[in-house]
């Protein structure tokens, strides 16, 4: 199978390194393809996590969509990740069959756990103190949260996670988490050393950044537009740092083979229903 690779970061090149392993024929796509690799001569394409970025393709070249769909075979795979609905429409129009691998469980949980260990390292990289004497407030306890939260707790670190849903609260309960609603953060934020936020919208905005230490970090685990106030943390004068697409830059090599994998699972799958 012939599939042809846009490339962002290093996980596709892990990536693209363990698809070739297991047999399949990669092209790492750039704009000087060999003329005849532009005569639909793919199988499929893969592009990158997240596919769009900015309002364009996520790719290390500018690239245009109606560039790549000439390359591919009619019926032919699109594997994307977090791709909005005019990407769809415009792909299953040209009458190629779509996929979204990032909404696939498999990779959602190894991809959160690939988060959680990048977090540690960030958590390290920013403190002078030993983990058993921090406290970390998660908000978010979806699947990157509990990752997260469960990797500090196993490093000693007094772990808080905020949640909305009992739910979520009672599961960080039983894995002996202390949980919280949000509105209980203002009451007890300034015991915190650090905040991890993966909630992808605004929770913690002007009046809950000022209940927090003026020494206190915060990560911005979560994709736009994010769960803190970016502009008023900058106004307050807090330390804020933006940690997306922490698997790329920290673990590519195993994020990489995450995505490889699910990809081929999606086309055994595939191949097993023609």
């Known amino acids: 199978m012939k ?95 779509f996929y979204d691998f990032y909404e696939r469980e498999e990779l959602i949980i190894l991809n959160a756990a690939a988060t959680a260990q990048a977090v ?30 469960r990797i500090l707790s196993d490093n000693n670190v007094d772990v808080t996670v905020a949640a909305r849903k009992l739910k979520a609260r009672a599961k960080a309960q039983s894995e002996n988490i202390r949980a919280v609603d949000f509105k209980e953060i203002k009451n007890i934020a300034r015991s915190f050393n650090m905040v991890i936020n993966t909630v992808p919208e605004k929770i913690i905005g002007s009046n809950l950044l000022a209940k927090f230490s003026d020494n206190c970090i915060f990560f911005e685990v979560a994709s736009k537009p994010y769960g803190i106030d970016i502009a008023e943390a900058g106004k307050q004068q807090k ?25 081929i699972n999606m086309i055994k799958e595939e191949r097993g229903n023609e």
Request: include cysteine; charged fraction near 25%; hydrophobic fraction near 45%.
């Open 3 to 97: 599939l042809l690779i846009i490339q962002a970061d290093n996980r596709q090149y892990f990536m693209t390194k363990y698809l070739e392993e297991n047999g399949y024929d990669c092209t790492v796509f750039n704009p000087n393809l060999p003329s005849s690799d532009n005569e639909r001569n793919f199988d499929g394409v893969i592009f990158a996590l997240p596919t769009v970025k900015n309002s364009r393709i996520n790719c290390e070249y500018e690239v245009r969509l109606d560039t790549i769909i000439p390359l591919v075979k009619k019926n032919g795979f699109v594997f994307s990740a977090m791709a909005d609905d005019l990407f769809r429409m415009t792909i299953e129009d040209a009458e190629l069959k």
């Open 120 to 149: 540690l390292e960030l958590v390290l990289i920013n403190t002078d103190v030993m983990l058993s004497d921090m406290k970390i407030l998660v908000t978010g306890y979806g699947r990157t949260g509990e990752a997260i939260a």
């Open 239 to 263: 330390k804020l740092i933006i940690a997306s697409s922490l698997p790329g830059k920290y673990v590519a090599c195993s994020a990489g083979k995450f995505i490889a994998q699910t990809v």
